[in-house]
């Protein structure tokens, strides 16, 4: 995959994570009716800007003081404490955690892997990666652990609708994503052909945009936002199997259709990251 594309994909997995997240915690407050709509919008963009301002400042501050640290385990260890504590910080001012969190991660990730030796980058992402790979097998664990129960609660009628519904949220997931990708690449090009020379280069080319938008894989935020429903919640059984549906569905059928698509769109090779290498070795 072109290194650009792996760019984008991953930075806007980041953002769309993060402000769904802060929509769906409005949407459940309105929904229980501890919450108006009229006065989300006008807090949300407070916590919007909020967020961005103090992920952004507790970033500096992590960076000042993870350059001061040698030990690889010590390193690791008060990376996990800050991450954490960030998080923590954010729910407790009333930020939204997940942008705060997003925001911090990347104001680091610009900066640190120049500050930091080499022993402690390998060690560091060595044990974040092991954290997060258990992180995703328990959580997948406990969806399989939880869909029997709940096709097992909707008998009949009910397991019926409810599985048109999981299937039609699943359709709508992937052409809506299709959709808006191509949609938004077809625009930025059309403004590039009237001189806007940035933005013609900026925009993925249509066989870039069929590959973003067929990326749109689900995994362990669409389980986390289902399960984090409570129990009591209006038509939660059926909302946690449209969930699991659309991750077991986009990363099955998205999943192992992904590298007969690649060399359907035969794109262009990437030598980025080749020549970055072959720089720093001369």
Request: charge should be positive.
């Amino acid at each position: 995959v072109p290194h650009r594309i792996t760019a984008i994909l991953q930075g806007e997995s980041l953002l769309n994570d993060a402000t769904a997240l802060l929509i769906y915690r409005m949407a459940i407050s309105a929904a229980a009716g501890s919450i108006l709509l009229s006065s989300a919008v006008p807090m949300i963009l407070l916590s919007t800007l909020g967020s961005l301002a103090a992920g952004y400042l507790l970033g500096r501050v992590s960076l000042m003081t993870l350059g001061r640290i040698e030990d690889p385990a010590s390193g690791t260890v008060v990376q996990f404490a800050g991450t954490f504590g960030v998080w923590i910080l954010a729910d407790r001012i009333g930020l939204s955690a997940i942008i705060t969190i997003v925001v911090y991660a990347m104001t680091i990730a610009r900066t640190a892997p120049r500050r930091m030796p080499a022993r402690n980058r390998i060690s560091s992402y060595s044990v974040w990666e092991t954290a997060v790979f258990v992180l995703n097998v328990l959580a997948f664990v406990l969806m399989g652990l939880q869909a029997r129960t709940i096709v097992g609660r909707l008998a009949g009628q009910g397991q019926t609708d409810a599985f048109v519904l999981a299937g039609t949220v699943l359709a709508i997931v992937i052409v809506s994503r299709l959709i808006w990708v191509l949609g938004c690449g077809a625009i930025i090009r059309w403004f590039g052909r009237f001189g806007v020379a940035d933005r013609q280069r900026d925009a993925p080319s249509f066989r870039g945009g069929v590959l973003i938008g067929w990326c749109g894989m689900r995994g362990l935020v669409t389980l986390a936002a289902a399960f984090a429903l409570p129990a009591e919640f209006p038509a939660r059984d059926p909302i946690v199997l449209a969930a699991f549906t659309v991750v077991l569905g986009t990363l099955v059928l998205q999943g192992m259709s992904l590298k007969p698509l690649l060399r359907l769109l035969n794109l262009d090779p990437d030598e980025t990251v080749d020549r970055e290498v072959a720089q720093a070795r001369v």
